[in-house]
């Protein structure tokens, strides 16, 4: 690697996915060195992060609410950010990283391909990465893997593609309680419908994978759809956090389509909801040859997510500076796992 190990590293946000990336960098000593943490909640600051992890051992890493002054004193390389998923609520977060001349992997789904949702805000912090020579990066498992660089990843090998359809499958049950709520489990349908048409409920992210994808590909959409419905429980499901009954939402079923000369060349099915069966990820190409690749169960998106956040430190610290994706990186790969 040209850069210089370990890796110093300041985690932003501390929530469930945050705390995990914390988690999984602390196993990767000595390739990493935890030195800071940023948290606005009260009942964190002030505190060693080892109380949240409920490590044994004190790790000298206090929460702080002042980012600021975690940045000047951490000296960081690497932010990994986790707070929120919309990016005008967090871009003023994101620049405080890049001028205090961190480069930074965050989770906020529009980031990972805001170019055509919020075109000026992508404009502005590739113009702040630049000037602070770091990079900014949007990733997690999706937006910034299950269904856009694997699917990428699975046309290299065809001579010619005609048209993707990626479909993922999600037990929303199996994972942390922000995501149930996230996904309407446990509302009415009327809820559910209510809150659709905020715009701000759902999957975050869907359309910018479809962007991503098209991009990676040198296509470009005449138009791009998306809709959103409910998956209502066929029976009595009770997860540790909350309980769906028969007849309540049970999760959500997303779909956008890409539209290129006149037909659906790209779709993408997502089905995220409590007591969900046959979990999976799959990708169909259309080219030649065909492709047709299922990961089996699925990918468990609270660890991948966080393992994705740590794992494209080392390709990020080695990157252009700027405003950059996934398609932008050399293939992406875990590191520091050990050997057999």
């Given at each position: 690697?040209?850069?210089?190990?370990?890796?110093?590293?300041?985690?932003?946000?501390?929530?469930?996915?945050?705390l995990g990336t914390v988690r999984l960098s602390l196993t990767k000593a000595p390739l990493v060195n935890f030195v800071g943490a940023i948290d606005i909640d009260p009942a964190k600051a002030g505190h060693d992060l080892a109380e949240l992890i409920d490590l044994d051992e004190p790790t000298d890493v206090v929460v702080s609410a002042d980012a600021e002054r975690v940045l000047a004193d951490a000296n960081a390389d690497v932010v990994l950010h986790t707070t929120g998923s919309f990016l005008p609520d967090v871009a003023d977060q994101l620049e405080v990283c890049l001028r205090a001349g961190a480069h930074v992997i965050s989770s906020a789904e529009e980031l990972s391909f805001p170019f055509d949702r919020h075109t000026d805000l992508a404009l502005r912090l590739d113009k702040t990465a630049k000037e602070a020579g770091c990079v900014l990066l949007g990733t997690g498992v999706n937006p910034g893997f299950a269904m856009d660089t694997l699917a990428l990843a699975a046309t290299v090998p065809c001579a010619h593609v005609q048209a993707i359809h990626v479909e993922r499958v999600v037990d929303a049950g199996q994972r942390r309680e922000?995501?149930?709520?996230?996904?309407?489990?446990?509302?009415?349908?009327?809820?559910?419908?209510?809150?659709?048409?905020?715009?701000?409920?759902?999957?975050?992210?869907?359309v910018e994978s479809l962007r991503m994808l098209a991009f990676g590909l040198g296509w470009t959409p005449d138009s791009v759809f998306e809709q959103l419905n409910p998956v209502l429980s066929d029976r009595d499901v009770t997860t540790p956090f909350l309980t769906v009954r028969e007849g309540e939402v049970a999760g959500i079923h997303q779909r956008a389509k890409g539209v290129f000369g006149g037909k659906t060349a790209i779709t993408l099915d997502l089905k995220m909801y409590v007591g969900a069966v046959d979990a999976r990820d799959s990708v169909v190409v259309d080219g030649d040859p065909p492709i047709d690749l299922v990961v089996r169960g699925g990918i468990f998106g609270d660890t991948a997510t966080c393992a994705l956040l740590v794992n494209m430190a080392p390709l990020v610290m080695d990157a252009k500076p700027g405003l950059r994706t996934m398609i932008d990186l050399p293939v992406p790969r875990a590191f520091g796992t050990g050997t057999l």
């Amino acid at each position: 690697m040209p850069f210089p190990l370990p890796i110093r590293v300041v985690q932003f946000g501390l929530g469930p996915i945050g705390l995990g990336t914390v988690r999984l960098s602390l196993t990767k000593a000595p390739l990493v060195n935890f030195v800071g943490a940023i948290d606005i909640d009260p009942a964190k600051a002030g505190h060693d992060l080892a109380e949240l992890i409920d490590l044994d051992e004190p790790t000298d890493v206090v929460v702080s609410a002042d980012a600021e002054r975690v940045l000047a004193d951490a000296n960081a390389d690497v932010v990994l950010h986790t707070t929120g998923s919309f990016l005008p609520d967090v871009a003023d977060q994101l620049e405080v990283c890049l001028r205090a001349g961190a480069h930074v992997i965050s989770s906020a789904e529009e980031l990972s391909f805001p170019f055509d949702r919020h075109t000026d805000l992508a404009l502005r912090l590739d113009k702040t990465a630049k000037e602070a020579g770091c990079v900014l990066l949007g990733t997690g498992v999706n937006p910034g893997f299950a269904m856009d660089t694997l699917a990428l990843a699975a046309t290299v090998p065809c001579a010619h593609v005609q048209a993707i359809h990626v479909e993922r499958v999600v037990d929303a049950g199996q994972r942390r309680e922000p995501l149930q709520r996230k996904v309407g489990a446990g509302m009415t349908e009327d809820a559910f419908r209510r809150r659709a048409t905020t715009g701000t409920f759902g999957h975050i992210g869907l359309v910018e994978s479809l962007r991503m994808l098209a991009f990676g590909l040198g296509w470009t959409p005449d138009s791009v759809f998306e809709q959103l419905n409910p998956v209502l429980s066929d029976r009595d499901v009770t997860t540790p956090f909350l309980t769906v009954r028969e007849g309540e939402v049970a999760g959500i079923h997303q779909r956008a389509k890409g539209v290129f000369g006149g037909k659906t060349a790209i779709t993408l099915d997502l089905k995220m909801y409590v007591g969900a069966v046959d979990a999976r990820d799959s990708v169909v190409v259309d080219g030649d040859p065909p492709i047709d690749l299922v990961v089996r169960g699925g990918i468990f998106g609270d660890t991948a997510t966080c393992a994705l956040l740590v794992n494209m430190a080392p390709l990020v610290m080695d990157a252009k500076p700027g405003l950059r994706t996934m398609i932008d990186l050399p293939v992406p790969r875990a590191f520091g796992t050990g050997t057999l």
